[in-house]
């Protein structure tokens, strides 16, 4: 491997300090877990001066993530042997938890990675994967129109009993993985054996720089990096809201036509009472708060973050009720719209994915990673009872296969058409041995009346 530790600290320190793609995901990193900046003003001591917010970025992550990923990805392999290892391979690595986790790092950051790897099993070893935080890692590519990976570094940080930082780092080419560690910060790395490993540089044999990364969209923008402005304003008036509120029960006291020194205002704050002149009067100095204006302001910003973002809003009256499928399908056609075009990139990660673990596998087989099909099915409320309907009144005119493809719980149509067949084969061998024929010839009564026998003269 062709890199010295000083390129390599170079790189790294390149990449979080001085890259306005670090800054950008590490904003929207902070979006996510809730620390948004409430530009509120500055307020003069003793002012009311709250900071709420509400999470609107999770929100969209978390009803991006269940629908694109709520009901995982399959695959279809048409040859026995090879669907057979490509489902032990992602059982292993447990698929359906690592594309969710890419998932989510897609619609925070825009962008997300992960590692191929090798672990030991029965028959010697066996391909991994898994996602890895795209804010430590950094990469080079041919720059070409295949932009293929030609040097990537992954970096991730332990922190000891003492609150020491020893940062690990992992150098990958398409022949082979170095690994380095920096035991302090913004100190000189060195040659690392890690725990389990037998060199300091080992071969991967995956034939290529064996890190997938994902893009979600053209721009490679998160699914909230376009609202941050609009979250903003909805926390500022929540925000102010509560000050308006907080200040009302702090509103100051006129007195008109009278005094009292302190030590009868402290009389008053303790037992509520005054004792007023005749012609005193007493009043508070309160700012008047137009509350449903604040609210339809609310109302406004809350309808646009969601347009805006192309995000259904789920807890809103339009999915409340009964709600036709029909009728849910026209009303995320805009978010629809935006996941399929993360699918479309999605289905590239996964081709790199499974090219990798090929190049792996080939080494004593020969697979093709292409007879490999992703199928991914969307996580959204079905009315079965309206799908068996369609289902039942084009039978006949569409194919069986076709028809079970449509019913939501029906995950492996093939081995539902398998056990269908199965099941009419027993029924059919339970009659023949019951009847000593096939069911098809036998009389049929429509469930009301018994089925008698017919004179046929001869009694």
Not at 133 to 142: E, K, R, V
Not at 244 to 250: I, K, N, S, V, W
């Amino acid at each position: 491997m062709d890199i010295s530790t000083s390129e390599i600290l170079k790189k790294i320190t390149n990449f979080e300090e001085d890259t306005q793609q670090w800054r950008r995901m590490n904003e929207m990193y902070e979006y996510y877990i809730g620390k948004h900046a409430v530009p509120t003003g500055q307020k003069k001591e003793g002012r009311p001066d709250n900071h709420l917010y509400t999470n609107f970025a999770k929100n969209i992550v978390t009803n991006t993530v269940g629908y694109f990923m709520g009901t995982p990805v399959t695959y279809k392999v048409d040859d026995e042997a090879f669907s057979e290892k490509i489902q032990e391979i992602t059982d292993y690595s447990d698929d359906a938890f690592v594309n969710t986790q890419l998932a989510e790092h897609l619609s925070i950051f825009g962008k997300a990675a992960e590692l191929l790897y090798t672990e030991a099993n029965d028959d010697g070893v066996i391909p991994c994967y898994a996602a890895i935080n795209p804010m430590q890692l950094t990469y080079d590519t041919t720059g070409d129109i295949k932009d293929e990976i030609t040097l990537a570094i992954r970096w991730y940080d332990v922190i000891d009993d003492d609150k020491q930082v020893t940062r690990h780092i992992e150098v990958y080419d398409d022949k082979e993985v170095a690994y380095f560690v920096q035991p302090t910060a913004k100190g000189s790395i060195s040659p690392e054996i890690p725990l389990g490993r037998q060199a300091q540089t080992e071969p991967h044999y995956f034939g290529a720089v064996p890190i997938v990364v994902y893009y979600n969209n053209d721009d490679r923008r998160g699914d909230f990096e376009d609202v941050t402005s609009l979250i903003d304003a909805y926390n500022v008036m929540q925000s102010e809201s509560v000050n308006d509120y907080q200040g009302f029960a702090d509103a100051i006291m006129l007195v008109k036509n009278m005094t009292f020194d302190e030590e009868r205002a402290q009389s008053l704050r303790e037992k509520n009472i005054i004792e007023a002149y005749d012609d005193a009067d007493v009043s508070y100095l309160v700012k008047q708060v137009n509350d449903t204006y604040v609210e339809n302001i609310k109302t406004r910003i809350q309808k646009d973050i969601y347009m805006a973002s192309n995000t259904v809003n789920m807890s809103s009256e339009e999915f409340a009720g009964a709600v036709s499928g029909a009728a849910i399908q026209r009303r995320m056609m805009t978010f629809e719209s935006r996941v399929a075009q993360t699918e479309r990139y999605f289905k590239k990660g996964l081709q790199r994915r499974f090219m990798l673990i090929c190049n792996l596998l080939n080494v004593s087989a020969r697979y093709d990673y292409r007879d490999i099909v992703p199928v991914f099915k969307r996580n959204i409320p079905a009315d079965i009872a309206e799908i068996t309907t369609e289902v039942t009144q084009l039978d006949g005119i569409v194919s069986r296969h076709t028809l079970l493809a449509q019913i939501p719980f029906v995950e492996d149509v093939d081995a539902e058409m398998d056990q269908l067949a199965k099941e009419q084969e027993e029924r059919m061998q339970y009659n023949v041995g019951m009847f000593g024929q096939d069911d098809s010839i036998l009389p049929q009564d429509d469930g009301d009346e018994p089925i008698e026998d017919k004179d046929d003269g001869t009694n």
